[in-house]
């Protein structure tokens, strides 16, 4: 049986990122819809399923990899924020976080140091917070 997939997939695209993303959104979608009992949602969801289907299993490699190139190039902010978020997380007990009020920037700053004087890297801008 393996061996029945291994020859299946040769010359063809593969999973990707664009992929599992599209049937993270169906599997996502058909609870929703079966919990609203939204019967065209069956179809939606089937659809994208088809479509990530049909793009692992293609032949068109370069096609498929120049969706999957702009796909990653519009999720890019999103996985960037995502990691962000969960570096802040990890590091909750540790540091605390600041945002600079003159240029946004996120400054990461050691937790128990009492009120200290901040000053950005970025545009130099100095001010008071307690950690």
């Given amino acids: 049986m393996r061996q029945f997939f291994h020859r299946l997939m040769i010359g063809r695209y593969g999973p990707d990122h664009l992929g599992t993303a599209l049937f993270i959104v169906a599997f996502v979608l058909s609870i929703v819809f079966s919990a609203l009992r939204f019967t ?7 659809v994208l399923l088809a479509i990530g289907l049909c793009r692992m299993y293609s032949r068109n490699i370069p096609a498929r990899r120049k969706e ?31 945002v600079c009020p003159s240029c946004r920037n996120t400054l990461r700053v050691p937790r128990g140091r009492g009120t200290i004087q901040i000053t950005c890297p970025r545009c130099g801008e100095r001010f008071v917070k307690k950690t």
């Avoid at 065209?40 to 089937?46: L, N, P, R």
């Avoid at 978020?85 to 600041?98: D, G, I, L, P, Y």
């Fill in 68 to 98: 999957n190139d702009k796909f990653l190039v519009i999720i890019a902010p999103l996985r960037a924020w995502a990691r962000r978020r969960v570096s802040a997380f990890k590091n909750r007990k540790t540091h605390r976080f600041f």
């Fill in 40 to 46: 065209i949602g069956s179809a939606i969801t089937f």
